[in-house]
């Protein structure tokens, strides 16, 4: 008698637990996300190949910042005037 009891009262409290969780839309089982890799198709020669690839790419360009052209200029000092 007593797991029968025992076990109706697990099985409305798992059933409710279930209803908030699913209300408030947390996930009981998270799913790990993979990310996706994009490889340029390459010969397959592992590390000796990536360092092949790798002295042939141009090298990233630094970053420099953009002078303004002299109407952006000129309408920021009319404004500030």
């Known amino acids: 008698m007593a797991d029968l009891i ?3 009262v697990s ?3 798992d059933s409710a637990l279930k209803e908030i969780l699913k209300k408030t839309g947390v996930k009981r089982t998270s ?3 993979t990310k996706r890799r994009t490889r340029t198709a390459s010969s397959g020669g592992g590390i000796l190949a990536d ?3 790798a002295a042939i790419r ?3 360009k630094k970053q420099v910042s953009r002078r ?3 109407a952006a200029r000129s309408k920021t000092r009319r ?3």
């Open 6 to 8: 025992k076990e109706l």
């Open 11 to 13: 099985g409305v409290v």
């Open 58 to 60: 141009k090298p990233a």
């Open 31 to 33: 799913t790990k996300r």
């Open 68 to 70: 303004k052209t002299s």
């Open 79 to 81: 404004r500030t005037a």
């Open 51 to 53: 360092i092949l690839e």
